[in-house]
T-cell receptor
Framework: AQSVTQLGSHVSVSEGALVLLRCNYSSSVPPYLFWYVQYPNQGLQLLLKYTTGATLVKGINGFEAEFKKSETSFHLTKPSAHMSDAAEYFCAVSESGGGADGLTFGKGTHLIIQP | KAGVTQTPRYLIKTRGQQVTLSCSPISGHRSVSWYQQTPGQGLQFLFEYFSETQRNKGNFPGRFSGRQFSNSRSEMNVSTLELGDSALYLC??????????FGQGTRLTVV
């Protein structure tokens, strides 16, 4: 069975500082990995995805994530935080790319940006 | 291209009633999945439909059911509502494989 662990339910950074949101996964097969963002009273927006190939994945809004198989990690980073980045972030894993087996989500990390 | 559309956005129901939620996927997407989001349990997979067939189901009681129509639109039904069914219900569509794109959700409150 697949699972996702997001370390830190809340992460606070200053505006302009590095954002690092941690995600570790377990999967019995090569995984598909995703990061989603959720703003209050909204659905989920896809930030980026890893399927195969390049392990450093670039997404929208300046975010990127690196797939590290040896560490079973897929941490999300952004060099410089903006106030508009404040939101809930979810890491997700799938064995079929998000299709038939659905997505397994982590519990989420609430990102707080301090002015 | 229009995104995933869920209706209604908000719903209040009484315990014991049943409810039907609707989801229109992105044009050309044949896979529709449903998720329940609650503060306690987080995001949980309910079921997935592809070309009118349920391909997979999460660990939810039989009170939760769904269907998909030939135009890929999907409905989710919850019968005999319980207080614990209060949640944000999210629908996602994808071409079949690849990332899922989510709608804004339906906020269901059971009183």
């Amino acid at each position: 069975a697949q699972s996702v662990t997001q370390l830190g339910s809340h992460v606070s950074v200053s505006e302009g500082a590095l954002v690092l949101l941690r995600c570790n996964y377990s999967s019995s097969v090569p995984p598909y990995l995703f990061w989603y963002v959720q703003y209050p009273n909204q659905g989920l927006q896809l930030l980026l995805k890893y399927t195969t190939g390049a392990t450093l994945v670039k997404g929208i809004n300046g975010f990127e994530a690196e797939f590290k198989k040896s560490e079973t990690s897929f941490h999300l980073t952004k060099p410089s935080a903006h106030m508009s980045d404040a939101a809930e972030y979810f890491c997700a894993v799938s064995e079929s790319g998000g299709g038939a087996d659905g997505l397994t989500f982590g519990k989420g990390t609430h990102l707080i940006i301090q002015p | 291209k229009a995104g995933v559309t869920q209706t209604p956005r908000y719903l209040i129901k009484t315990r014991g009633q049943q409810v039907t939620l609707s989801c229109s996927p992105i044009s050309g997407h044949r896979s529709v999945s449903w998720y329940q989001q609650t503060p306690g349990q987080g995001l949980q997979f309910l079921f997935e439909y592809f070309s009118e067939t349920q391909r997979n189901k999460g660990n939810f009681p039989g009170r939760f059911s769904g269907r998909q129509f030939s135009n890929s639109r999907s409905e989710m039904n919850v019968s005999t509502l319980e207080l614990g069914d209060s949640a944000l219900y999210l629908c996602a569509s994808s071409p079949g494989t690849g990332p899922a794109f989510f709608g804004q959700g339906t906020r269901l409150t059971v009183v």
